[in-house]
C-alpha cells in the first residue's frame, strides 16, 4: 500500500510537491501513477511514469504545470506541481500497475491505493 505526504493549502499559483512511498515490491512494478478526487467527482488521472519504456503521460488539465519523478534508491515517487489552480483541489492519491508499456491515467488496475494526501488551494 502506498503512503502519500506532502499536500496542504496552497494559494493559487503556488507550488506543492507530494510524495509517496510503498514497499519495493509495489515500487518495482512497471507504472506509478498519481490520481487525484475532488468533492463530488470521480477520481481521475493526473500524472504516471512507466519503468517499462520511461514513458509519462499527463493530463490535459495539468500538462506543464506538474511533473512526475521518481527516485528508487529511496523508494519515493514524487509530484510537482506548479502554478496550482482551485481546480487542482483534492484527494491525491498514487498506485502501481503491473503492465508494460505506456503507461495510462485510467485507474482500472492500479493496485496499492494508500488513504491520500489533501490539497487545498485557494483563490
Known amino acids: 500500500q502506498f503512503v502519500e505526504s506532502g499536500g496542504g493549502l496552497v494559494q493559487s499559483g503556488g507550488s506543492l510537491r507530494l510524495s509517496c512511498t510503498a514497499s519495493?515490491?509495489?515500487?518495482?512494478?512497471?507504472?506509478i501513477g498519481w490520481f487525484r478526487q475532488a468533492p463530488g467527482k470521480e477520481r481521475e488521472g493526473v500524472s504516471c511514469?512507466?519503468?517499462?519504456?520511461?514513458?509519462?503521460n499527463y493530463a490535459d488539465s495539468v500538462k506543464g504545470r506538474f511533473t512526475i519523478s521518481r527516485d528508487d534508491s529511496k523508494n519515493m515517487v514524487y509530484l510537482d506541481m506548479d502554478n496550482l489552480r482551485p481546480e487542482d483541489t483534492g484527494v491525491y492519491y498514487c498506485?502501481?500497475?503491473?503492465?508494460?508499456?505506456?503507461?495510462?491515467?485510467?485507474?482500472?488496475?492500479?493496485?496499492?491505493w494508500g488513504q491520500g494526501t489533501q490539497v487545498t488551494v485557494s483563490s
Open positions: 519495493e515490491e509495489m515500487l518495482n512494478l512497471w507504472t
Open positions: 498506485a502501481a500497475l503491473n503492465s508494460r508499456g505506456t503507461c495510462r491515467l485510467t485507474q482500472f488496475g492500479y493496485l496499492g
Open positions: 511514469s512507466s519503468r517499462s519504456d520511461g514513458s509519462t
